[in-house]
């Protein structure tokens, strides 16, 4: 049988894309190595197109279509950067994109993906409205559903990040890489794996929002009521996701809430970038010890630095 | 007569700091391009050690020493990020930093200073206390003085940015900078110049210190009273700075305290990137509209991102 998801896939991914997105940076600092005696090697994603790793998901998948499916536009339902990403790639395709979004999205978000000319479609917040929204959207237009993480298209696409880390940071002994639905997780492992096989693949998640951890703990998904401040890990790892992450995945480590924001802020401090929450997961997996990092070389997928300016987690409410 | 700075000299500073320093990158943002009807380079000095391009120069006067000069170390006197700049280059050398602060200095900068090694001195927080206290410490150490910008050598140092700016970003018109003591005006201008002649040179300067653009129109030095968020542009411009502006910069511009903040905001949202207010006065000025941008290519100086975390100028006090 072949296996859903190669690296074969993701190296005809970034050739299709890669000339779209932007082959973001790779930041290191002396201090933060010294504090956690390893290499560090941040994956700027926040660089990336729409300011997040989104933009390479959704490229290969627009890209990915025929002319006669692509004509017919794409759909997603997204609170979050696939919506804004989605209306990017189909923006550089030419076709049209229908984003369903929560009535209670941010305004930012939804500026941004009209920004982009997506059509936005209010829904009511819940998972069902979304689905029933999507539905009747992609029943009306022929558009084809490109969902944020349960598609290979997108695993394939945002495994791109990790073909590009290898090669900008030779000889990694690991790779750390937040976990919500697992598009990226999926995409990580395999690109890791193949194009690395010595490297270990750690998944990093918030203790808030721990499905990922304790579903790979007890080999099935186990969905959990997530609180955190990370809101793109909120949501329950998908079972093509899963399954891929049990067999090709190391661990899935979890940090608490005052991590992120501890992380988020000293990445801010000291690499001068903006991240947002759950970009800052896997360094706080760092800050808080949870991977003996000493003599050894971690590449950190930062993967997006969409935040709010006006309300940052660190200050006095 | 030759000339007190040339390209020579601040290719020669290149060649001895470019293993000590970062070459920092160039960002773009399309988004950015198109609101301004120009081409945008930003040269990010944030990425800089310390934070700042105030490295270079640091490095340079400390690296030009002799090596009986750098024995008896170094001394300087400064609130900013001279300070942390020169203890920096002399650890790197191996010699002693004296830096002399003002009592109210933020502790930042403090510790900043003392986690290089450097040895704080402080002082009152007027010019003459600073200035005795400086000249007290060199007397008992028989230290030299790294003026942050009163020296040539400092003032080739800051110039290598822009030799890297017009490798990275070809064919530029013109170039942005901040204008404080003139330091880095003086190295941009005849870095500048000396590489490729057509390119404009434009210091920027808030309205709220705006000592070099009155100076510039007077022809001679007007000093005035600073009361700008910009906290490294209250220095006015020194007089061997000012020979080589009147000769060099094609002109001064001046920005409010509002631009100042917004374009700030706007390079934190749009670039995903910290940068202080004297770091964003360049942008300002092309938000203003202060410089006709139309079809034109334009490199930024973006001098640091050494800001406090917890106050940020467009929150709500």
């Known amino acids: 049988m072949t296996p859903p998801l190669t690296l074969a896939d993701i190296r005809a991914a970034h050739d299709r894309i890669r000339g779209k997105i932007h082959r973001t940076p790779v930041l290191t600092s002396a201090w933060l190595d010294t504090d956690c005696g390893g290499r560090l090697f941040f994956k700027c994603e926040n660089f990336q197109k729409i300011g997040a790793f989104k933009a390479r998901g959704a490229a290969n998948a627009v ?49 941004g993906v009209e920004g982009f000319g997506g059509r936005v479609i209010f829904c009511e917040p819940t998972q ?38 290898i090669e900008q940071a030779p000889d990694l002994d690991l790779v750390l890489c937040p976990v919500g639905g697992g598009g990226l997780l999926c995409g990580t492992a395999i690109a890791a794996q193949g194009a690395r096989p010595a ?27 997530p609180h955190t401040i990370a809101d793109g890990l909120r949501t ?10 049990r067999e090709h995945v190391h661990d899935v480590v979890t940090v608490s809430e005052e991590s992120i924001v501890a992380a988020m802020r000293r990445i801010w401090e000291v690499l001068k970038i903006v991240v947002e929450p759950s970009g800052a997961v896997p360094f706080a997996a760092v800050l808080e010890g949870k991977i003996d990092l000493r003599g050894r070389r971690a590449g950190l997928i930062l993967t997006g630095g969409n935040v709010d300016l006006d309300v940052l987690p660190w200050q006095k409410k």
Chains 1, 2 share one sequence.
């Open 63 to 111: 890209f990915s279509l025929t002319d006669t499916e692509a004509a017919r536009g794409v759909a997603t339902h997204s609170s979050g950067n696939h919506g804004q990403a989605l209306a990017w790639a189909a923006r550089e395709r030419g076709i049209p994109a229908h984003i369903v979004m929560p009535s209670n999205a941010p305004k930012l978000k939804v500026r």
């Open 199 to 225: 490297m270990k693949v750690i998944g990093c998640e918030p203790v808030a929002a721990d499905d990922a951890a304790q579903s790979f703990r007890a080999g099935k998904i186990i969905p959990t009521t």
């Open 236 to 245: 329950t790892v998908g079972e093509p996701n899963f399954a891929i992450i």
């Open 128 to 165: 069902a409205a979304r689905e029933a929204a999507c539905a009747s959207v992609m029943a009306e237009t022929n558009a084809t559903l490109v969902h944020p993480y349960l598609d290979y298209r997108v695993m394939a696409g945002q495994g791109t990040a990790t073909l590009e880390l």
